[in-house]
C-alpha cells in the first residue's frame, strides 16, 4: 500500500534513448567522473520542488530541499531563476524550511510558507526589492495553502482550526491572573501526563497525524494590507485548494460535505463569496473524489481531475473534466484516454487544458482542446514531468526528470508535438559531474499468461556494455526492486535507490506489474481482492528474462520493496525459495490484524468486505499464513510511528521467522512515519540494504568488508 498496494516468452530486450544518452554522457565524462555513487551522496543529492512563473513571465520561482547530516533534518529554501536563462538567485536562507511559493500579481512579492517562528507555519511576504522577508500572519494554528487574489489585496488560505490541548496554547485569559507556581515536582508530573485522547469519528486514525478529532482545516481570506481575516468556510469538513476566479467574486475549493465524510472519498469542487458566513454551492456532484479546479481566463467554467467509480478505490482512472460555473452537466474531456490525469491548467487563451498524463513508466505533458478532441502530447519521450506552471503569455515551466539525473526546473520551448525542453534549474549538475552513474535500459516482458508488462534493468557502471552485446559472460547479482501502491509505477525518473544498488554491482529489476498505474483501468484492476499472483508472476517474469539474457545470475538473486513493494515481496518469499535474500518494509502480513490499526478501513471494507463477514478471504490473502514457506533470509524493517502500515505486521512477521529459526532482522526507526524523513535514517536504511544482500549474494565481499 501507500498502501500516500517453456515456461516464458522472452522478448527482446532494447536500450531506449536515456540509456543511450546516459552511454553517452559516461563516456564523455569519463575522465570527470572518478567515483560511484555511495549512500552518503543523500547528503549530497538536493530535491527540487515545483516551480511558479512571476507575472510579467520572466523568472520561476522554486523550492530546494536538502539534508543536513550535522543537525540531522532537512531544509527547504526559495530560489528564483530567469526565464531568458543565467544563475538562479536564491531568495531564502534560514534554518526552517520556506515552501509554496506565490508571486504577487504585481510581481513585487513573493508570499511563501514558514514555521520560521515556533512551530506554526505562517504567510511570509518577501520584497523582491530587497530586504529580509516579514511574517503577515499570526493564526493559533499552521497555515497549509495560499492563494493571491487577481488584485493583490487579498490571500485565500487554507488555516485548521486551534487544538485547545495544544501546549503552546496553554496561557491564562487575557486579564486572569497567572496561577501560583507549582513546584518543580508538580510541573514535571504535569508535563509527563497528557490529556485523555477522547475519538468519535470513523476514521480515527492517519499516518503523519496520529489520532483524529473533529480538528478540520477551513478556508480563510486575509486581507494584506489590513492585516485582518475573515473565515469563510467552517463545519466538521476539511477544505483544500483554493482557486480565485479572474474577477475576485468567487473561490474554488474542494471538500467532502457528504454527512459522514469519514465513510468514503466523495469530494466535490465548491465556489463560494469570499467573505464571512458566505454560503457554499456544489459545482460537481459526482459520487468520486474530484480535484485540482481552476477557472477558465473568462471565469465561466472550471477544468478538475474528476475521479473515477468509487467502488475501484485506488484502481479508478481519473479524467479531465470541465463545468460550468452557473452550475449544469460536467464534460469528460478524457473520458476514452484510460490514463490517470493530474493537474489541470487552462491556457491563456482558454481554448486548450494543459495536464500531466502518466502513461506506461512515463509522465507526460499533454494537451486537449477546452471544447473536447484528442489528445497531443506536448512533452514526451523517456521522462517524467513533474508539476508545472503556465505564464502570462503561454510559457510554461515545469519539472522533469530523466534516470541521470532528478528533478529540475526547465522551459517548454515551442507549442507542438515538436516541443523542446531548455534547462533552467542545474541544482545537482556540479555533484553529478563528478559521478560515474548507472544506465538504465527498458524491457518487454511477456508473463506466462501472456501479459506483456513494461520492467526496468539497472547495469553497474563498471559492468559489461549492454545485455546486447555477444559473447560477454558476466552473471551479476541481482536484486529485484518491487514498487509500492499497489496502484503507482516505476518511472523514468532519476531513481536513487537503483543508482546506489547499482553502484555497489548489482544488477537492479524493476517490474511495472500488474495493480500498476500507468497501463489502464483494466491492468490496474486486475489484481483486485487477488494481491500475489498475476503481480507476483509478472514479476518472476521480468527476473527470469534478466536470466535468459545472461545478466541476472540465478544462484545469487535478492528482493525488497517498501510498502506495497515489501507487501509484494513477503508474497514472494511465501511461494518461492529462488531468492537468497529479501528486505521487506513497511510490509503487510496478516491483514485481520490491519483493520482498525491502519488508516485504510473504507479501502479494505471495499476490496476484501468486513473481516467478520469475509474472513476466509482475508486469512487466505494473508501472506502470514504461509509463513512456514519461507526460506529466505529476510531483514525486516518499519517505521516506529507508521500509521499506513503499522510496524506490528512487521513485528508479526518477524516474530513467526524467529520462531520458525530462520535467518531474520528487525530495524524499527523511531518515529518515523511511512516514509523515512530523518537523514540519518535514509542513509542508515540504503546502508541496511547493501549490508544484506552483500551478506547472502556475495558472501566473499562480505567476509572481506567483516575482516
Not at 285 to 300: E, N, V, Y
Not at 325 to 336: M, S
Not at 338 to 352: H, K
Request: aromatic share 8%; with cysteine.
Amino acid at each position: 500500500m501507500s498502501k500516500t498496494r517453456k515456461a516464458l516468452l522472452v522478448l527482446a530486450l532494447f536500450a531506449t534513448p536515456f540509456a543511450n544518452a546516459a552511454n553517452a554522457a559516461n563516456t564523455a565524462n569519463a575522465a570527470d567522473a572518478p567515483r560511484l555513487l555511495g549512500t552518503g551522496d543523500v547528503f549530497a543529492l538536493k530535491t527540487v520542488g515545483g516551480p511558479q512563473i512571476s507575472p510579467e513571465g520572466a523568472w520561476v520561482a522554486f523550492s530546494v530541499r536538502t539534508l543536513d547530516a550535522k543537525e540531522d533534518r532537512g531544509d527547504s529554501d526559495l530560489y528564483m531563476v530567469p526565464i531568458a536563462g543565467g544563475e538562479a538567485v536564491r531568495l531564502t536562507s534560514s534554518p526552517k524550511s520556506e515552501t509554496t511559493p506565490r508571486f504577487s500579481p504585481d510581481g513585487r512579492y513573493l508570499a511563501f510558507l514558514s514555521a520560521r517562528e515556533g512551530t506554526k507555519s505562517q504567510v511570509w511576504l518577501l520584497d523582491r526589492r530587497g530586504g529580509e522577508a516579514v511574517k503577515l500572519t499570526d493564526y493559533k494554528a499552521s497555515v497549509s495553502d495560499l492563494a493571491w487574489s487577481p488584485d493583490g489585496k487579498r490571500l485565500a488560505l487554507i488555516v485548521g482550526d486551534v487544538d485547545p490541548d495544544d501546549p503552546d496554547l496553554q496561557t491564562p485569559a487575557d486579564g486572569a491572573a497567572a496561577p501560583p507556581a507549582a513546584g518543580a515536582a508538580d510541573k514535571a508530573a504535569k508535563e509527563k501526563t497528557p490529556k485523555p485522547i477522547v475519538i468519535d469519528r470513523l476514521q480515527f486514525l492517519r499516518d503523519g497525524e496520529g489520532f483524529l478529532r473533529d480538528l478540520r482545516e477551513h478556508l480563510y481570506v486575509f486581507d494584506v494590507a489590513a492585516k485582518t481575516s475573515v473565515q469563510v468556510t467552517s463545519g466538521s469538513y476539511d477544505d483544500r485548494e483554493p482557486v480565485w476566479s479572474p474577477d475576485g467574486r468567487l473561490l474554488a475549493f474542494t471538500s467532502n460535505r457528504t454527512p459522514d465524510p469519514d465513510a468514503n472519498d466523495n469530494s466535490d469542487v465548491f465556489v463560494v463569496a469570499p467573505e464571512a458566513g458566505a454560503r457554499p454551492r456544489a459545482v460537481t456532484t459526482s459520487p468520486g473524489p474530484d480535484s485540482a479546479p481552476r477557472f477558465s481566463p473568462d471565469g465561466r467554467s472550471i477544468v478538475y481531475v474528476a475521479g473515477g467509480d468509487p467502488a475501484d478505490i485506488w484502481y479508478a482512472v481519473t479524467s479531465i473534466a470541465v463545468v460550468p460555473v452557473a452550475g449544469g452537466e460536467a464534460r469528460l474531456l478524457t473520458r476514452d484516454l484510460d490514463r490517470n490525469v493530474e493537474e489541470p491548467r487552462f491556457t491563456p487563451d482558454g481554448r486548450s487544458i494543459l495536464f500531466r498524463l502518466e502513461e506506461g513508466g512515463n509522465v507526460h505533458l499533454a494537451r486537449v482542446p477546452a471544447a473536447g478532441g484528442a489528445v497531443e502530447r506536448v512533452v514526451g519521450g523517456e521522462r517524467t514531468v513533474g508539476a508545472f506552471d503556465v505564464g502570462p503569455r503561454g510559457e510554461v515551466a515545469l519539472l522533469e526528470s530523466q534516470p541521470t539525473y532528478p528533478f529540475e526546473v526547465s522551459l517548454v520551448v515551442g507549442a507542438g508535438p515538436g516541443a523542446t525542453l531548455r534547462r533552467l534549474s542545474r541544482v545537482n549538475d556540479d555533484f553529478l559531474r563528478g559521478i560515474r552513474l548507472a544506465r538504465v535500459e527498458r524491457m518487454a516482458v511477456k508473463s506466462p499468461d501472456g501479459q506483456v508488462i513494461d520492467a526496468f534493468l539497472t547495469l553497474p557502471p563498471d559492468a559489461a556494455a549492454g545485455p546486447t552485446d555477444p559473447g560477454k559472460p558476466r552473471r551479476l547479482p541481482t536484486v529485484l526492486r518491487i514498487h509500492g501502491g499497489p496502484v503507482s509505477q516505476f518511472s523514468t525518473a532519476f531513481q536513487l535507490e537503483w543508482q546506489i544498488l547499482a553502484a555497489h554491482g548489482f544488477a537492479v529489476v524493476a517490474a511495472n506489474p500488474r495493480g500498476s498505474s500507468g497501463y489502464g483501468h483494466a491492468f490496474s484492476r486486475a489484481i483486485w481482492a487477488d494481491w500475489g499472483n498475476k503481480d507476483y508472476i509478472d514479476v518472476m517474469a521480468a527476473v527470469d528474462q534478466a536470466v535468459a539474457q545472461g545478466i541476472a545470475d540465478p544462484d545469487r538473486l535478492g528482493v525488497g520493496g517498501w510498502s506495497y513493494g515489501g507487501i509484494l515481496t513477503d508474497y514472494v518469499i511465501t511461494k518461492t525459495g529462488r531468492f537468497k535474500a529479501a528486505t521487506a518494509g513497511a510490509s503487510e502480513t496478516n491483514y485481520l490484524a490491519n483493520y482498525g490499526t491502519d488508516h485504510y478501513q473504507r479501502e479494505w471494507e471495499a476490496e476484501l468486505g468486513l473481516p467478520w463477514k469475509n474472513a476466509e478471504l482475508w486469512t487466505r490473502l494473508s501472506p502470514f499464513y504461509q509463513v512456514e514457506k519461507v526460506t529466505t533470509p529476510t531483514l525486516i524493517l518499519c517505521g516506529g510511528a507508521d500509521i499506513n502500515v503499522p510496524c506490528l505486521n512487521s513485528e508479526q512477521l518477524f516474530q513467526a521467522l524467529r520462531r520458525l529459526g530462520r535467518e531474520t532482522e528487525l530495524v524499527v526507526y523511531p518515529g518515523q512515519y511511512h516514509g523515512l524523513d530523518k537523514p540519518s535514517y535514509i542513509k542508515d536504511r540504503y546502508d541496511r540494504y547493501l549490508a544484506w544482500y552483500d551478506k547472502y549474494l556475495k558472501p566473499q565481499a562480505a567476509a572481506a568488508a567483516g575482516r
